[in-house]
Protein backbone atom coordinates (compact mmCIF):
# COMPACT_ATOMS: atom_id res chain seq x y z
CA UNK A 1 0.00 0.00 0.00
CA UNK A 2 0.74 3.64 -0.87
CA UNK A 3 2.44 5.25 2.37
CA UNK A 4 0.24 8.24 1.60
CA UNK A 5 -2.86 5.97 1.09
CA UNK A 6 -3.34 6.81 5.00
CA UNK A 7 -3.88 10.25 4.96
CA UNK A 8 -6.50 10.16 2.04
CA UNK A 9 -10.22 10.74 3.94
CA UNK A 10 -12.21 7.92 4.28
CA UNK A 11 -15.33 7.40 2.10
CA UNK A 12 -18.63 7.13 4.06
CA UNK A 13 -18.55 2.90 3.76
CA UNK A 14 -15.07 2.94 5.24
CA UNK A 15 -16.04 5.06 8.40
CA UNK A 16 -18.99 2.57 9.04
CA UNK A 17 -15.83 0.34 9.84
CA UNK A 18 -17.72 -2.70 8.50
CA UNK A 19 -15.13 -3.53 6.08
CA UNK A 20 -12.30 -4.17 8.62
CA UNK A 21 -14.55 -5.87 11.09
CA UNK A 22 -15.99 -8.56 8.17
CA UNK A 23 -12.61 -8.92 7.59
CA UNK A 24 -11.62 -9.87 11.22
CA UNK A 25 -14.49 -12.15 10.92
CA UNK A 26 -13.35 -13.47 8.10
CA UNK A 27 -9.97 -14.42 9.82
CA UNK A 28 -11.42 -15.51 13.18
CA UNK A 29 -14.02 -18.33 11.18
CA UNK A 30 -10.96 -19.22 8.93
CA UNK A 31 -8.77 -20.20 11.89
CA UNK A 32 -12.12 -21.87 13.72
CA UNK A 33 -12.83 -24.30 10.99
CA UNK A 34 -9.78 -24.98 10.30
CA UNK A 35 -8.84 -26.24 13.81
CA UNK A 36 -12.46 -28.01 14.51
CA UNK A 37 -11.40 -29.97 10.80
CA UNK A 38 -8.13 -31.04 12.09
CA UNK A 39 -9.82 -31.75 15.80
CA UNK A 40 -12.60 -33.86 14.02
CA UNK A 41 -9.73 -36.16 12.00
CA UNK A 42 -7.62 -36.54 15.12
CA UNK A 43 -10.95 -37.48 17.19
CA UNK A 44 -11.75 -40.31 14.40
CA UNK A 45 -7.93 -41.67 14.28
CA UNK A 46 -6.69 -40.14 11.67
CA UNK A 47 -3.03 -38.95 12.20
CA UNK A 48 -1.80 -36.16 10.38
CA UNK A 49 1.04 -33.82 10.89
CA UNK A 50 -0.67 -31.05 12.09
CA UNK A 51 -3.76 -31.59 14.34
CA UNK A 52 -4.81 -28.22 15.51
CA UNK A 53 -4.02 -25.09 17.91
CA UNK A 54 -3.06 -26.51 20.86
CA UNK A 55 -4.87 -24.96 24.17
CA UNK A 56 -3.67 -25.18 27.54
CA UNK A 57 -6.65 -25.56 30.12
CA UNK A 58 -5.03 -22.46 32.22
CA UNK A 59 -4.55 -22.05 35.28
CA UNK A 60 -4.78 -26.05 36.24
CA UNK A 61 -2.31 -26.92 33.33
CA UNK A 62 0.62 -24.35 32.94
CA UNK A 63 2.23 -23.92 29.66
CA UNK A 64 6.00 -24.73 29.85
CA UNK A 65 7.79 -21.76 29.33
CA UNK A 66 10.95 -21.25 27.67
CA UNK A 67 14.38 -21.43 29.33
CA UNK A 68 15.12 -17.77 28.96
CA UNK A 69 12.33 -16.49 29.47
CA UNK A 70 12.74 -14.10 32.38
CA UNK A 71 10.10 -14.17 35.11
CA UNK A 72 9.19 -12.51 38.35
CA UNK A 73 12.52 -11.69 40.27
CA UNK A 74 14.18 -13.21 43.47
CA UNK A 75 16.91 -12.36 45.78
CA UNK A 76 19.54 -15.68 46.50
CA UNK A 77 20.76 -16.40 49.86
CA UNK A 78 24.10 -17.62 51.10
CA UNK A 79 24.11 -20.57 53.21
CA UNK A 80 23.41 -19.11 56.69
CA UNK A 81 19.99 -17.81 55.15
CA UNK A 82 21.56 -13.88 54.47
CA UNK A 83 21.14 -12.25 51.11
CA UNK A 84 23.58 -12.50 48.80
CA UNK A 85 23.60 -8.47 47.93
CA UNK A 86 26.03 -6.63 48.69
CA UNK A 87 24.74 -3.03 47.59
CA UNK A 88 27.57 -2.43 45.63
CA UNK A 89 24.27 -0.36 43.42
CA UNK A 90 25.12 -1.89 40.26
CA UNK A 91 21.63 -3.17 39.63
CA UNK A 92 20.20 -0.14 40.81
CA UNK A 93 22.58 1.76 38.35
CA UNK A 94 21.86 -0.40 34.99
CA UNK A 95 18.71 -0.07 35.67
CA UNK A 96 17.25 1.62 32.28
CA UNK A 97 13.97 1.68 34.20
CA UNK A 98 14.93 3.24 37.50
CA UNK A 99 12.89 0.83 39.25
CA UNK A 100 15.17 -0.68 41.98
CA UNK A 101 15.76 1.05 45.52
CA UNK A 102 18.60 0.34 47.16
CA UNK A 103 19.64 1.56 51.13
CA UNK A 104 22.85 0.21 52.09
CA UNK A 105 23.91 -0.34 55.67
CA UNK A 106 27.05 -1.82 57.62
CA UNK A 107 27.79 -5.17 58.24
CA UNK A 108 30.19 -5.92 61.56
CA UNK A 109 31.87 -8.81 59.70
CA UNK A 110 35.10 -7.32 57.85
CA UNK A 111 34.88 -10.15 55.00
CA UNK A 112 30.95 -8.30 53.65
CA UNK A 113 31.14 -4.68 54.50
CA UNK A 114 27.73 -3.65 53.05
CA UNK A 115 24.26 -5.29 52.86
CA UNK A 116 20.63 -3.79 52.13
CA UNK A 117 19.06 -2.73 54.56
CA UNK A 118 16.00 -2.47 51.92
CA UNK A 119 15.79 -3.56 48.47
CA UNK A 120 12.83 -3.00 46.50
CA UNK A 121 11.77 -3.49 43.20
CA UNK A 122 8.67 -0.98 41.82
CA UNK A 123 6.87 -3.66 38.94
CA UNK A 124 4.77 -0.92 38.29
CA UNK A 125 7.32 0.42 35.91
CA UNK A 126 9.99 -2.44 35.25
CA UNK A 127 10.74 -3.77 31.85
CA UNK A 128 12.02 -6.95 32.84
CA UNK A 129 14.86 -6.39 30.45
CA UNK A 130 17.60 -8.41 33.16
CA UNK A 131 20.01 -5.90 33.21
CA UNK A 132 20.00 -6.29 36.69
CA UNK A 133 20.78 -9.84 37.01
CA UNK A 134 23.95 -9.76 34.23
CA UNK A 135 25.23 -6.92 36.00
CA UNK A 136 25.34 -8.24 39.66
CA UNK A 137 28.54 -9.40 40.30
CA UNK A 138 27.51 -11.65 43.19
CA UNK A 139 24.53 -13.44 41.57
CA UNK A 140 22.67 -11.59 44.29
CA UNK A 141 19.13 -11.50 41.92
CA UNK A 142 17.84 -13.89 39.19
CA UNK A 143 14.59 -13.85 37.62
CA UNK A 144 13.75 -17.80 37.33
CA UNK A 145 10.81 -17.87 39.71
CA UNK A 146 8.91 -19.21 37.04
CA UNK A 147 5.68 -16.80 38.69
CA UNK A 148 4.00 -15.12 35.57
CA UNK A 149 0.93 -14.28 37.82
CA UNK A 150 0.72 -10.66 39.64
CA UNK A 151 -1.26 -7.79 39.76
CA UNK A 152 -2.64 -4.89 42.24
CA UNK A 153 -4.83 -2.42 42.25
CA UNK A 154 -2.46 -0.41 44.13
CA UNK A 155 0.58 0.88 42.81
CA UNK A 156 2.09 -0.08 45.97
CA UNK A 157 0.90 -3.15 46.07
CA UNK A 158 3.27 -3.83 42.70
CA UNK A 159 6.36 -3.09 44.83
CA UNK A 160 8.66 -5.76 45.99
CA UNK A 161 10.01 -5.54 49.00
CA UNK A 162 13.31 -7.26 50.49
CA UNK A 163 11.84 -9.91 52.16
CA UNK A 164 8.99 -10.61 49.54
CA UNK A 165 12.22 -10.90 46.88
CA UNK A 166 14.15 -13.55 49.63
CA UNK A 167 11.25 -15.80 49.74
CA UNK A 168 10.40 -16.53 46.57
CA UNK A 169 11.91 -19.90 45.13
CA UNK A 170 12.95 -20.78 41.56
CA UNK A 171 10.64 -23.57 39.81
CA UNK A 172 13.03 -25.20 37.03
CA UNK A 173 9.67 -27.21 36.78
CA UNK A 174 7.74 -24.75 35.20
CA UNK A 175 10.54 -24.41 32.67
CA UNK A 176 10.93 -26.81 29.26
CA UNK A 177 13.45 -28.79 28.55
CA UNK A 178 16.03 -27.33 25.30
CA UNK A 179 18.05 -30.35 23.42
CA UNK A 180 19.77 -27.64 21.80
CA UNK A 181 21.30 -26.20 25.00
CA UNK A 182 22.17 -30.21 25.65
CA UNK A 183 23.93 -30.53 22.74
CA UNK A 184 26.07 -27.44 23.13
CA UNK A 185 26.57 -28.80 26.96
CA UNK A 186 28.01 -32.09 25.34
CA UNK A 187 29.98 -30.54 22.69
CA UNK A 188 31.55 -28.40 25.27
CA UNK A 189 32.47 -31.02 27.72
CA UNK A 190 33.68 -33.01 24.91
CA UNK A 191 35.06 -31.18 21.79
CA UNK A 192 34.75 -33.16 17.92
CA UNK A 193 39.18 -32.49 18.40
CA UNK A 194 38.85 -34.21 21.40
CA UNK A 195 36.56 -36.99 20.38
CA UNK A 196 37.95 -37.48 16.95
CA UNK A 197 41.73 -38.37 18.40
CA UNK A 198 39.85 -40.56 21.12
CA UNK A 199 38.60 -42.75 18.25
CA UNK A 200 42.08 -42.38 16.49
CA UNK A 201 43.50 -43.77 19.51
CA UNK A 202 41.01 -46.55 20.14
CA UNK A 203 41.28 -47.66 16.23
CA UNK A 204 44.90 -48.05 16.08
CA UNK A 205 44.72 -49.98 19.81
CA UNK A 206 42.74 -52.54 18.03
Known amino acids: MNVHDKYKPLTLWERTYLPRICDGLVVTMRHFFRNLWHFTLARFGVEREWKGAATYQYPEVRRPLYPRLRTLHRLTKREDGTPRCVACMMCETVCPA ?3 YIVAGERPEKEIEK ?8 LGICVFCGYCVEACPEDAIRMDTGILEFSSYTRNGMILTKEMLL ?8 YTERKDLELTKKLAAHPPEEEARVLCINFFAL
Open 98 to 100: KCI
Open 167 to 174: SFEPHPEY
Open 115 to 122: YPVKFDID
